[in-house]
Nanobody
Framework: QVQLVESGGGSVQAGGSLRLSCAAS????????MGWFRQAPGKEREFVAA????????SYTDSVKGRFTISRDNAKNTVYLQMNSLKPEDTAVYYC????????????????????WGPGTQVTVSS
């Protein structure tokens, strides 16, 4: 079972930047598709971004395209989410997640794709 721990969250003013990191341990990181989701108070958890293990192809939800970048460093067992031009509506708890079972028939945008989750890190963007 892989363990995931997020870091890098915090409070920032609108227009600012943050970089989230997610360190993985206990598994074969390079073979996992990795994702970031977020959950705002009173809302469902929603997909933010994903990076596939085989091609490093990335996917983003429309609201963050052009502002957020997901990347991975397999040598460090770490996935990153660079967040620029932050908006108040980006405020949420951000979760790192891993697909360790290669569930390629399930969309990367679905929580059902993933089987390991980190505890989350809070991102707060003030106007």
């Amino acid at each position: 079972q892989v363990q995931l721990v997020e870091s890098g969250g915090g409070s920032v003013q609108a227009g600012g930047s943050l970089r989230l990191s997610c360190a993985a341990s206990g598994g074969t990181f390079s073979s996992y598709t990795m994702g970031w989701f977020r959950q705002a108070p009173g809302k469902e958890r929603e997909f933010v971004a994903a990076i596939r293990w085989s091609t490093s192809r990335t996917s983003y939800t429309d609201s963050v395209k052009g502002r957020f970048t997901i990347s991975r460093d397999n040598a460090k067992n770490t996935v990153y989410l660079q967040m620029n031009s932050l908006k108040p509506e980006d405020t949420a708890v951000y979760y790192c997640t891993a697909d360790t079972r290669a569930q390629i028939l399930v969309a990367v945008t679905s929580t059902s794709r993933y089987d390991s989750w980190g505890p989350g890190t809070q991102v707060t963007v003030s106007s």
